[in-house]
């Protein structure tokens, strides 16, 4: 594995932080998670695809730039190394997207990932339910095939659906065959918030964020154009969408090198205060943060080799969202009682006690690194 930049990377990651440093806001956005704060995410992200800058390793014809996977870790350092936005699509582009060029067919691709690119379509994620949230296989919402229509008849409710008030689509599991095993009798459904039937309700959180939303389907029909990856083939097809949540897309390295950056910085800010302790953690975070970019890099090696992760995604997981409350933890410290209650570090801490429980809890994450990466038996 040859960690240096060629030529070409080179030239790539000038061009990059150069409209990165000339564009990225000098003022932080508010919360992408609230109305106001969503508007002004979803306009920084239009210019990003106005200037080729959205989805970089994604196609021409999808509104990408052909990079390579290595050029896409490039552009993601520097994004977060010039303090860019939350991206607010997410989803759609770090989640759906890999699951779309790997079992869309040729309309799907051409339809929706143009769309997806230039923030036209908003996707958000229709996995959780009340009885059915790390436990994916437990899923209880269903799908009626409507023969006559050439399609299907959706009912039920997902919960923690992330800015799903702020969405225009879903992508999500749902039962078609009742009598099939649990991890059988799944398809993957991708369907237009604005159909008949369907209630998309906002709640809440704790920090005043809006973006939550339970969604509510009745009768909901999706044509067969709506089926990704085969009728009952949907567990497979959502193996995919969770590794690319657990591993390579949706916490790449760069947010963490930054990050780690950072507390280096604080620290020196800090001075002669320190203890040998608190450098000892702080040097301690900034090496977790290159061990991940390592892994990462090797990760990547595999994928273009033809390797796939496989649950080896799942070590990933529990890695870098541990990662990122250590990370938090030790800035806090540092801050002190006065400073520890305002500001990106206390916000981003308490977004951090997430990690372990979205994309699957590190529990679950936990007993699939025992069965599946180390080949424990099962008690």
Same mark, same amino acid.
């Given at each position: ?12 990651? %000038?061009?990059?932080? +150069? ?8 003022? $932080? ?10 508007? %002004? ?96 296989? +437990? ?69 005043? &964020? ?13 044509? &067969? ?9 949907? @567990? ?83 890695? @870098? ?15 002190? $009682? ?42």
């Amino acid at each position: 594995m040859d960690v240096t930049d060629t030529e070409a990377e080179r030239g790539f990651r %000038a061009e990059a932080r +150069a409209w990165l440093t000339a564009n990225v806001p000098t003022d $932080p956005l508010p919360s992408g998670d609230t109305a106001e704060g969503f508007r %002004a995410h979803l306009d920084w992200e239009r210019r990003l695809f106005d200037a080729g800058w959205a989805v970089v390793s994604w196609p021409a014809a999808y509104g990408g730039r052909d990079a390579s996977l290595w050029e896409w870790l490039i552009f993601e350092e520097e994004y977060y190394r010039a303090g860019a936005p939350q991206r607010v699509t997410q989803n759609g582009i770090f989640l759906l997207a890999p699951t779309l060029f790997e079992f869309g067919t040729r309309e799907q691709q051409d339809t929706l990932l143009p769309r997806m690119a230039a923030g036209q379509d908003l996707w958000c994620q229709g996995w959780s339910e009340p009885g059915a949230g790390s436990d994916l296989a +437990a899923i209880g919402s269903r799908a009626v095939r409507d023969e006559a229509a050439g399609g299907w008849r959706l009912t039920g409710q997902k919960t923690w659906t992330t800015r799903g008030a702020f969405c225009t689509h879903l992508f999500g599991l749902f039962r078609t065959d009742p009598a099939a095993g649990r991890h059988r009798g799944l398809t993957y459904f991708l369907l237009d918030l604005d159909s008949p039937g369907v209630t998309v309700r906002g709640f809440d959180r704790f920090d005043g &964020d809006e973006g939550f939303a339970e969604v509510f389907l009745t009768d909901v029909f999706v044509p &067969d154009s709506g089926v990704l990856g085969g009728v009952n083939e949907g @567990w497979s097809v959502a193996m995919a969408t969770t590794g690319s949540e657990r591993g390579l897309t949706l916490r790449s390295p760069g947010r963490f090198l930054s990050a780690a950056d950072r507390l280096v910085a604080l620290g020196r800010e800090h001075g002669g205060r320190l203890t040998d302790v608190v450098r000892d953690r702080i040097a301690g975070e900034w090496m977790k943060a290159q061990a991940y970019q390592n892994f990462t890099l090797a990760q990547v090696t595999d994928i273009v080799e033809k390797r796939s992760p496989g649950a080896r995604s799942s070590l990933n997981k529990v890695f @870098w969202s541990e990662l990122d409350i250590s990370l938090h933890e030790t800035a806090l410290e540092l801050l002190g $009682p006065a400073g520890q209650w305002e500001g990106p570090w206390s916000r981003g801490f308490q977004f951090s006690l997430a990690g372990p429980i979205y994309a699957g809890t590190n529990e679950i994450q936990r007993n699939i690194i025992a069965e599946r990466v180390l080949g424990l038996p099962r008690r």
